[in-house]
């Protein structure tokens, strides 16, 4: 598991509407070209994107708890993604917004060490992004 954390004043409301807004993740998750959710978001809902210097991939939301957490999950031949996202308070004025990831899948073993630094630095600058965007449109 590769996971980040990062402590804000933004409100939970704040951050679950950046992530809800699919289509304008690529605002802060700048290694994503576009982004797309075919429905609403809820459990099984399907969705794509590009990576910026990779290929078009295609994504299911595993889990959805409101304001709370999500996560979707990416599969490639012998290998599969896991993204979480959660939220939790901490205090009345700061939560935690953790992003992480899980790689599982026969490659998964020999994929991981090559993965693992890239994702690292991919969702710790992304979730800096976001936090800073969600603390913005909230002044």
């Given at each position: 598991?590769?996971s ?36 609403p ?11 910026k210097n990779?290929p ?17 999950t ?14 939790e308070?901490?205090?009345t ?7 992480g ?30 936090v ?8």
């Amino acid at each position: 598991m590769i996971s980040t954390s990062v402590m804000t004043s933004a409100s939970a409301a704040a951050i679950w509407q950046l992530w809800t807004d699919v289509e304008n993740s690529p605002v802060w998750d700048t290694d994503v070209a576009w982004s797309r959710l075919e429905g609403p978001f809820i459990i099984g809902s399907q969705g794509a994107f590009k990576l910026k210097n990779g290929p078009e991939l295609s994504f299911v939301l595993e889990e959805v708890a409101y304001q709370q957490h999500y996560s979707n999950t990416v599969k490639l031949r012998g290998l599969a993604l896991n993204f979480s996202h959660r939220i939790e308070p901490v205090s009345t004025k700061e939560i935690r917004v953790t992003h992480g990831a899980t790689i599982k899948g026969p490659l998964g073993v020999i994929l991981a060490r090559i993965l693992k630094g890239k994702l690292q630095k991919a969702l710790s600058e992304s979730l800096q992004r976001m936090v800073v965007l969600a603390e913005r449109n909230q002044s």
